[in-house]
């Protein structure tokens, strides 16, 4: 059994088939599949989507390229929600939130102090309810690591498409994070990601595919949509690297899972 622990299955690229790319991933094997927030908008999306299929799991977050057009009252309304969702087992994380380094124009001035602030305040609902957290990282390692060191309450969760250094790596480890592993890590180029995917013990890492984007190295144009039924031949790139099975894969990265997003063995996955 496999957990696509980030895939974005509201996107728009699947209005057309969703229905039959569900039924895909579950042929593949593929058992779960977390979904994302990035904003207000899709909060109630992703979580009617999550309870539209067997192993539909969902997070509610601001994504850090999405608070230019946050305020105050969105993340009013996250605690809100996020109270309100205790109750449902298929609510599962603090997400996708975190800090985007990569695009220039909100990398520095305001906008990145406008990212902080909302990544912060994300952070601060995290620890009062106790909740794990989904955390977007390009080029914000350090940054992200600062603020976590800030907020013991955090109880960890997932470092999404993970690219950092070795020693950044085991910082977030430490504190309790698994690493996402997706399409990225299927790409010979890819050294430093293969690197962890090798080095990093099998319990802190999981499987993803961030779908409909980083499209595995199989995926050549025009057809360039990612989807979560890739992630079985994402696992056995994985396999492959550290020498194991796929079944080896798919039970470690399932219960690596389940241990930083403790609310999925509610849905009987452990």
Same mark, same amino acid.
């Given at each position: 059994?496999?957990?696509?622990?980030?895939?974005?299955? =509201?996107?728009?690229?699947?209005?057309?088939?969703?229905?039959?790319? &569900?039924?895909?991933?579950? =042929?593949? %094997?593929?058992?779960?599949?977390? &979904?994302?927030?990035? #904003?207000?908008?899709?909060?109630?999306?992703?979580?009617?989507?999550?309870?539209?299929?067997?192993?539909?799991?969902?997070?509610? /977050?601001?994504?850090?390229?999405?608070? !230019?057009?946050?305020?105050?009252? =969105?993340?009013?309304?996250?605690?809100?929600?996020?109270?309100?969702? *205790?109750?449902? @087992?298929?609510?599962?994380?603090? /997400?996708?939130?975190?800090?985007?380094?990569?695009?220039?124009?909100?990398?520095?001035?305001?906008?990145?102090?406008?990212?902080?602030?909302?990544?912060?305040?994300?952070?601060? &609902?995290?620890?009062?309810?106790? *909740? @794990?957290?989904?955390?977007?990282?390009?080029?914000?390692?350090?940054?992200? *690591?600062?603020? *976590?060191?800030?907020?013991?309450? $955090?109880? %960890?969760?997932?470092?999404?498409?993970?690219? /950092?250094?070795?020693?950044?790596?085991?910082?977030?480890?430490?504190?309790?994070?698994?690493?996402?592993?997706?399409?990225?890590?299927?790409?010979?180029?890819?050294?430093?990601?293969?690197?962890?995917?090798?080095? $990093?013990?099998?319990?802190?890492?999981?499987?993803?595919?961030?779908?409909?984007?980083?499209?595995?190295?199989?995926?050549?144009?025009?057809?360039?949509?990612?989807?979560?039924?890739?992630?079985?031949?994402?696992?056995? $790139?994985?396999?492959?690297?550290?020498?194991?099975? !796929? #079944? #080896?894969?798919?039970?470690?990265?399932?219960?690596?899972?389940?241990?930083?997003?403790?609310?999925?063995?509610?849905? /009987?996955?452990?």
């Amino acid at each position: 059994m496999l957990i696509d622990t980030h895939c974005h299955l =509201d996107a728009t690229e699947f209005d057309a088939d969703r229905e039959t790319i &569900i039924q895909s991933a579950r =042929d593949a %094997g593929v058992q779960a599949i977390v &979904i994302p927030a990035v #904003e207000r908008g899709n909060f109630s999306v992703v979580r009617d989507l999550a309870h539209s299929f067997p192993g539909g799991a969902y997070a509610l /977050g601001i994504h850090p390229m999405y608070v !230019r057009r946050a305020d105050a009252s =969105d993340l009013d309304l996250l605690r809100a929600l996020v109270r309100e969702s *205790l109750c449902d @087992p298929r609510f599962v994380a603090i /997400g996708e939130i975190g800090l985007d380094f990569f695009v220039p124009e909100i990398s520095q001035g305001q906008e990145r102090e406008r990212q902080e602030r909302f990544y912060a305040a994300q952070l601060d &609902i995290a620890a009062e309810f106790g *909740l @794990p957290v989904l955390l977007h990282v390009r080029r914000s390692q350090d940054v992200l *690591l600062k603020y *976590l060191r800030r907020k013991p309450g $955090v109880p %960890g969760g997932i470092a999404h498409a993970f690219n /950092g250094s070795a020693q950044q790596a085991q910082a977030f480890v430490a504190r309790g994070f698994a690493l996402g592993l997706g399409g990225a890590m299927t790409y010979a180029r890819a050294l430093q990601i293969r690197r962890h995917a090798v080095d $990093v013990g099998l319990s802190a890492l999981v499987l993803e595919t961030d779908a409909p984007d980083i499209p595995p190295a199989w995926l050549h144009e025009p057809a360039r949509r990612n989807a979560p039924h890739e992630l079985a031949r994402i696992a056995d $790139v994985l396999a492959q690297l550290r020498g194991l099975r !796929r #079944e #080896e894969i798919a039970r470690a990265t399932t219960g690596a899972a389940c241990r930083v997003l403790p609310r999925l063995q509610s849905l /009987g996955l452990a």
